[in-house]
């Protein structure tokens, strides 16, 4: 499986962004989709994910203002980042975990600006 993100820029605070991360190969059963964001000498958190289900979970800091979505027919998952804050820069990854498999897209810049 591999998974390719887009959609990260440059935005002004209080601006949005929609990410993109479509993936080919297969997944089966149950699976999470989920966006994390790491800036430097920081550990990877994660930001928002979604289940097969449709479940999500947000992180406290982003919630109301973030949405995770996803298009199983078109295999991708959105994250879309509304009233940004200069604290959301970092470099979003998008993941996917299926079972014990557990994959990982490239990163995406998103930097906001006060």
């Known amino acids: 499986v591999q998974l390719q993100a887009s959609g990260g820029g440059l935005v002004q605070a209080g601006g949005s962004l929609r990410l993109s991360c479509a993936f080919s190969?297969?997944?089966?059963?149950?699976?999470?989709m989920g966006w994390y964001r790491q800036t430097p000498g920081n550990q990877r958190e994660l930001v928002a994910s979604i289940t097969s289900g449709g479940s999500t979970n947000y992180v406290d800091s982003v919630k109301g203002r973030f949405t995770i979505s996803r298009d199983n027919a078109k295999k991708t998952v959105y994250l879309q980042l509304n009233s940004l804050k200069p604290e959301d820069t970092a470099v979003y990854y998008c993941?996917?975990?299926?079972?014990?498999?557990?994959?990982w897209g490239q990163g995406t810049q998103v930097t906001v600006s006060s």
């Open positions: 993941n996917i975990r299926n079972g014990i498999r557990n994959f």
């Open positions: 190969g297969s997944i089966f059963g149950f699976n999470v």
